[in-house]
């Protein structure tokens, strides 16, 4: 695993959205996994920038969506769905047919595990996975405490997703079970790069680079990845021993 540190959110923003662009120019049909929430936001604007500017071609771009909360749709802005579509579809004018996400509405989840695992398989797994770090160690929806091997998989959600996930919403929201890619699949991607900045993520980068590699810190699974990466800013790594701003 590498960790690469940056000024601020912004150049570390700009460098994953070269690697997004830099995946495709290298293999136009890649599969491209990303996350929602706040950390990939801008990476995703800057990516849009960058394929309508340079005239990438994204013909042949899958896209993979890592997670959902349990009982959301696309319409609900603060869902993953949302966010998607507001950062990458709708700009990028995707059709259906070049992605594939969660359905958090759907009657049965444990299909729509089967389903997105079935996907995976048959476009020969994720070639570049950008995902962030919850502050009780998760990635996508796998809580302290999931089995590191799982793939797609629902699972109920912990408290600290619970209360953190109300600042993705306008208002309260009953948050009780996720829907996401399992930490198989990340052990599984070609390439990996975990997002964070600000210093309220310098603790848990800390226990994720540096600290005992354990389910009940999902993060630290990264330790383990050959071509795993994490991409900092300078407050992010403050706390790091072994790589310094």
Known sequence: ???SVFTDYESLSGFVADEMNNQL???PNAV???ASGNSPKRCCELFTEKVKNNGTDISQFFFVGLDEWGGLGPATPGSCHYDFITRLFEPLQLPSSQYHVFNGLADDLQQEC???DKIIAEKNGIDLMIVGIGMNGHIGFNEPGVDLNL???VIDLDETTKTVGQKYFTEKMELR???TLGLGHLLNAKKVLLMANGS???EVIKKAAEGEVSSSFPASIMQQHPNGWL???EAAASLLTSVRP
């Open 1 to 3: 695993m590498k960790v």
């Open 25 to 27: 120019l290298a293999k």
């Open 151 to 153: 793939l797609s998989h």
């Open 200 to 202: 309220a993520k310098a």
């Open 114 to 116: 089967v389903l997105m």
């Open 231 to 233: 991409v900092v800013d």
């Open 177 to 179: 079970k996720g829907i």
């Open 32 to 34: 491209i996994c990303v």
